[in-house]
């Protein structure tokens, strides 16, 4: 069995946020420090992206309760973070929080072996948590790269991931944790 790295929703509409905005440095570094240890050791990466289309067909009932769009394919708000190292790296779009909604990541992880999710990236408490929540519900484990995520609600955050945590045993890890979990996976020791 494997590990992957989901890299989620590091795009520039998610940074306009000031809360965001002010952690997106330190946050791009993690990630890419993320991406490079899962390189490193042979580990599977997932570019995670959210976008809309203009037409209304894939907005969620708060956008369309709203009625205001968000993450329009094609522009530059729907675009990755600058600095973020995602060259050659396989890309996803989703229309919803979860990474595996409408998408076909879950048979990518099967066919790989995978069995354990890095999650990385924005927001804790929305795409990131409810993509570990799918997780969980398709027996897959969740490892939080807890250096490279971020959200809007520190809050929010601290309780989703207790919850997460506790309930799913879902756990967080630091950087060097993380890359001994990739290493491990790949048969390597350090």
């Known amino acids: 069995m494997t590990a992957a790295l989901l890299v989620i929703d590091m795009q520039n509409a998610f940074f306009e946020d000031e809360t965001l905005g002010k952690q997106k440095e330190?946050?791009?570094?993690?990630?890419?420090?993320?991406?490079?240890?899962?390189?490193?050791?042979?580990?599977?990466?997932?570019?995670?992206?959210?976008?809309?289309?203009?037409?209304?067909?894939t907005w969620t009932l708060s956008m369309l309760d709203d009625d205001q769009g968000f993450l329009f394919s094609g522009t530059e708000q729907a675009e990755p973070v600058e600095g973020l190292q995602i060259e050659g790296l396989p890309e996803m779009v989703k229309t919803r929080d979860s990474a595996f909604f409408g998408t076909d990541l879950l048979q990518r992880l099967r066919n790989l072996s995978?069995?354990?999710?890095?999650?990385?990236?924005?927001?804790?408490?929305?795409?990131?948590?409810?993509?570990?929540?799918?997780?969980?519900?398709?027996?897959?484990?969740?490892?939080?790269?807890?250096?490279?995520?971020?959200?809007?609600?520190?809050?929010?955050?601290?309780?989703?991931?207790?919850?997460?945590?506790?309930?799913?045993?879902?756990?967080?890890?630091?950087?060097?944790a993380v890359k001994q979990l990739f290493l491990d996976r790949a048969g390597y020791t350090a």
């Open 26 to 57: 330190p946050l791009v570094r993690a990630c890419n420090a993320a991406i490079a240890d899962a390189r490193e050791a042979g580990t599977p990466v997932y570019v995670i992206r959210t976008e809309h289309q203009r037409d209304k067909s």
């Open 114 to 176: 995978v069995d354990t999710v890095v999650l990385a990236g924005v927001a804790t408490h929305n795409c990131v948590a409810q993509t570990a929540a799918d997780a969980y519900a398709n027996n897959l484990r969740v490892v939080y790269a807890e250096d490279a995520i971020a959200s809007t609600n520190e809050e929010y955050a601290q309780n989703v991931l207790g919850v997460l945590t506790d309930e799913y045993r879902q756990r967080l890890m630091g950087a060097e």
